[in-house]
């Protein structure tokens, strides 16, 4: 039950950065309210950031449907979608629910992938003779 779960939150988290990629990419971004906000979006377009930020999250999303390098598409997207909740904390409240459903999947998905990211929260990794090819001893 857990991965049935698991996969349809990668596949819809897949599937909204994937349709936000293309928006954003084709011009098809519908104008953040507010002059703040519209300001922010603004420069982030004026200096290239925002078709870079969308280029990101096409291949992450497409990553994300393809199950392909899936925690690698979670671990590029989290500031991603850290900054979109911000965003509309701060600047958009409309897209606070936007904000907070992305981020509730993103966490659905790495829970079912706790396995990869249990080592990261490690404070010390053990030596391993195998991972240290090529690494000299520390």
């Known amino acids: 039950m857990t991965q049935k779960f698991t996969l349809v ?16 990419l084709t011009g098809q971004l519908p104008p953040p309210e507010g002059p703040e906000a519209q300001a922010f979006m603004g420069t982030l377009f004026d200096s ?29 997207l989290a500031p991603i979608i850290v900054n979109i909740l911000y965003f509309h904390l701060s600047l ?9 459903m992305l981020a509730v999947l993103a966490m659905v998905v790495a829970h079912g992938y706790r396995n990869v990211f249990l080592p990261l929260l490690q404070p010390r990794m053990k030596r391993n ?6 690494v000299s001893a520390v």
Request: glycine share 14%.
């Open 9 to 24: 939150a990668r596949i819809l988290l897949g599937l909204v950065f994937t349709a936000s990629a293309i928006a954003g």
């Open 48 to 76: 290239g950031l925002l078709v870079f930020v969308k280029f990101i999250e096409l291949v992450a999303g497409l990553a994300l449907i393809s199950g392909f390098f899936a925690p690698l598409a979670l671990v590029v």
């Open 92 to 100: 958009d409240p409309v897209g606070i629910p936007v904000g907070i």
């Open 129 to 134: 003779e195998d991972a240290s090819v090529g």
